[in-house]
């Protein structure tokens, strides 16, 4: 019911930086969480950064001072700046929409097809 359309990944240098944007094909609700996770190959999947309903972010540890986390919800879309990129930052980045508990939107979860990010050094 929902689609999520990544876009932004592409092959930078160590140090560089990137900018991915998520579309929703639908207004996003004021009670779902977006956030950004990745996966490398061979690893789990982890996330990156999430902004809450009420505008609260969270950082991995990995993340915190070089990324940062924005949406804008007349352009049904969110972003994830990425700043002084790393190798280890190399993965598949996946943009995704959790409802909140104790709302109607509880349960819904959706996921775009992901956008590639390769860092090299």
């Known amino acids: 019911q929902v689609q999520l359309a990544e876009s932004g990944g592409g092959s930078v240098q160590a140090g560089g930086s990137l900018r991915l944007s998520c579309v929703a094909s639908?207004?996003?609700?004021?009670?779902?969480?977006m956030g950004w996770y990745r996966q490398a190959p061979g690893k789990q999947r982890e996330l990156v950064a999430h902004?809450?309903?009420?505008?609260?972010?969270f950082y991995a540890d990995s993340a915190q001072g070089r990324f940062t986390i924005s949406r804008d919800r007349a352009k049904n879309t969110v972003f994830l700046q990425m700043n002084s990129l790393r190798p280890e930052d190399t993965a598949d980045y996946s943009c995704?929409?959790?409802?909140?508990?104790?709302?109607?939107?509880?349960?819904?979860?959706?996921w775009g097809k992901g956008t590639l990010v390769t860092v090299s050094s």
């Open positions: 995704n929409l959790k409802g909140d508990w104790g709302t109607f939107a509880y349960g819904m979860d959706y």
């Open positions: 639908r207004p996003l609700f004021s009670v779902v969480t």
């Open positions: 902004i809450t309903s009420d505008g609260n972010t």
